[in-house]
């Protein structure tokens, strides 16, 4: 199956083609908030002149993250599944940040992971990885969490941050804490993470419904009006 990839949730803005689980191309923007601009041009360069007749199917990453930013990138990618008749798979932002984290950063397994995202003030959207032969496993549901009530719940061994999050996460621990921080490479978004991820799902026969696929915010998307 050849996928397309989007990840749009953080300032990073990112499309990948994957097939069969190899990643063909990505594109990777880490320059502000360029999703509206950028994003399609991105997904022409991955899929390439007459590519989108192959595509089977779209994956794209639901949240946490930029209110905006994930507005944009499941609508593009409900309206082009939609237009090419192709399934569509909603990604766990955080599920494929860990992902991304542990494969850049060859982790061993038995590994903590923690990715976290920046949720403004001293919270932080966040969800703790193990690292195991297979991938990484979630331990707990994404939660919304102040700095100090995670410290909390990471107590009891070393724990590597990944994420727009981690800065604030391992500032608040200070030196001597038992977590430690990724490499640059790894401490991002990735569009390729999120194809693969979707196309397990797929394969699984775990579609979403297109009409029914929408950002999962975590916190309340307000609208400020005068």
């Given at each position: ?8 949730s953080t ?7 994957v097939t ?181 799902r797929l ?24």
């Amino acid at each position: 199956m050849t996928l397309l990839g989007i990840e749009t949730s953080t300032a990073v803005c990112s499309a990948a083609l994957v097939t069969d689980g190899i990643v063909v191309r990505e594109s990777l923007l880490d320059e502000g908030r360029v999703h509206a601009e950028a994003l399609m041009g991105q997904i022409a360069e991955v899929i390439g002149p007459g590519g989108a007749g192959a595509l089977g199917g779209v994956a794209v990453s639901i949240g946490p993250g930029s209110f905006t930013g994930l507005r944009i990138g499941v609508s593009v990618a409900k309206g082009i599944a939609y237009a090419r008749g192709v399934p569509i798979a909603g990604v766990p932002t955080l599920g494929a940040l860990a992902r991304h984290a542990a494969l850049t950063d060859n982790m061993k397994p038995g590994t903590r992971l923690l990715a976290a995202l920046d949720a403004r003030r001293d919270e932080v959207y966040c969800q703790l990885f193990d690292v195991t032969d297979a991938g990484t496993v979630a331990c707990w549901d994404v939660r919304d969490m102040t700095l100090a009530a995670l410290e909390g719940e990471l107590r009891g061994g070393p724990v590597r941050v990944t994420g727009d999050g981690a800065a604030k996460v391992l500032a608040h621990a200070g030196a001597g804490s038992l977590l430690g921080a990724v490499s640059p490479e790894a401490n991002r978004c990735s569009a390729a993470s999120v194809a693969i991820l979707g196309e397990r799902r797929l394969a699984a026969g775990e579609a979403d419904e297109l009409s029914a696929l929408e950002p999962r915010y975590i916190k309340d998307f307000f609208l400020k009006t005068r």
